[in-house]
């Protein structure tokens, strides 16, 4: 019978501080997240600095909420994973020095874990018959992507943001039109009083790539002309233009790679309107997977489940390991 391998995730790229204990790469048995949602919320969006600092506040503590709620011991934890980056550095940085001293304190091997990577993983949590290959569809505040997973370890971008990720262009668009932070949800919720008969811009190129910079100008130009305009209609009309462009490269990714199963990720894939979009491509014959709403956002767990991968395939950090912000995956 073959040893269960627990990993302890720690994840602090932004706002959540969160420490997770996962077992074999798919089974959570903790998953602690401290947000500071409320904190950031009166300067309608994160702050680094406060960020950073907040994470060295809680991080022990999250660590021992998720030690107890797991039921287990540092002596039962095989390894420590970490995100490393991409993020804000302040705040990357405080979880990765937290890794670093428990690694050499305990003398456990060290994981270092893509953010991205991570995202990806928060699906197997969710679908435990899940496996490589498959199109992941990344959408977040940091990241817009179209990723070939051929295997645990080996990703291939297909396309990409040429400017502002579709979840820092949801921020955005609620700014403007005068909906608190986190705009993401506040947009969701709206848009189902709304109806998408506002004519958006949608923007394709030759490639995969994407860009929501054009939408975001125009909605704020709209509103700028015109304050009383129907918010519920403008996020509607947002929404689906946003979407099919996701959609529209998605359809092409799939046949250019040639396989019919994808997986959304990130804090976006738990926009409804997003969700039941994806959803509608299951009639053309293609497999879509969700993680659950609670791994969308950031946290350890989908750290934990990357570093398990990791780990079993001797990718192994030393104490030299530092954040890198702009990190690729």
């Known amino acids: 019978m073959e040893k269960d391998i627990y990993i302890l995730g720690i994840e602090s790229s932004c706002d959540e501080t969160s420490v997770s204990v996962v077992k074999n790469g798919r089974e959570v048995l903790s998953n602690i997240i401290n947000s500071q949602i409320n904190i950031h919320k009166k300067f309608g969006g994160v702050v680094p600095e406060i960020a950073s600092r907040n994470h060295i506040e809680a991080i022990s503590e999250v660590t021992k909420q998720a030690l107890l ?10 390894a420590i994973a970490c995100t490393y980056g991409p993020g804000l550095v302040g705040a990357l940085l405080v979880g990765v020095s937290y890794a670093k001293a428990l690694s ?57 943001t040429r400017d502002d990720a579709i979840g820092e262009a949801f921020d955005k668009v609620a700014r403007v039109i005068g909906l608190e932070y986190p705009g993401g949800p506040k947009i969701d919720k709206l848009a189902y009083e ?116 990791n780990y079993i395939n001797e990718k192994i950090a030393d104490l030299k390991l530092n954040a890198i912000p702009n990190l690729k995956i």
Request: charged share 20%; net charge neutral.
């Open 194 to 309: 709304g109806e998408p008969n506002i004519e958006l811009p949608h923007t394709y190129f030759d490639n995969l790539d994407f860009s929501f910079s054009g939408i975001k100008t125009k909605i704020l130009n709209l509103y700028h002309k015109n304050p009383n305009i129907n918010k519920a209609d403008l996020c509607a009309s947002f929404e689906k233009t946003a979407t099919d462009m996701l959609i529209n490269n998605t359809l092409k990714a799939i046949k250019q790679i040639n396989i019919k199963k994808i997986a959304l990720a990130g804090g976006v894939s738990a926009n409804s309107y997003i969700r039941n979009s994806y959803k509608e491509l299951e009639k053309q014959g293609i497999e879509v997977y969700f993680p659950d709403i609670s791994l969308c956002t950031d946290n350890a767990a989908m750290i934990a489940s990357a570093g398990y991968y």
């Open 69 to 78: 709620e797991a039921k287990l011991t540092f002596n039962d934890i095989d």
């Open 104 to 160: 050499y304190a305990l003398n456990k091997p060290l994981i270092a874990v893509n953010h991205i990577q991570g995202h990806i993983a928060g699906n197997y949590i969710t679908h435990k018959e899940l496996k490589p290959q498959f199109l992941c569809v990344i959408i977040s505040g940091g990241h817009t992507h179209l990723v070939n997973v051929k295997d645990y370890l080996e990703f291939e971008i297909l396309g990409k």
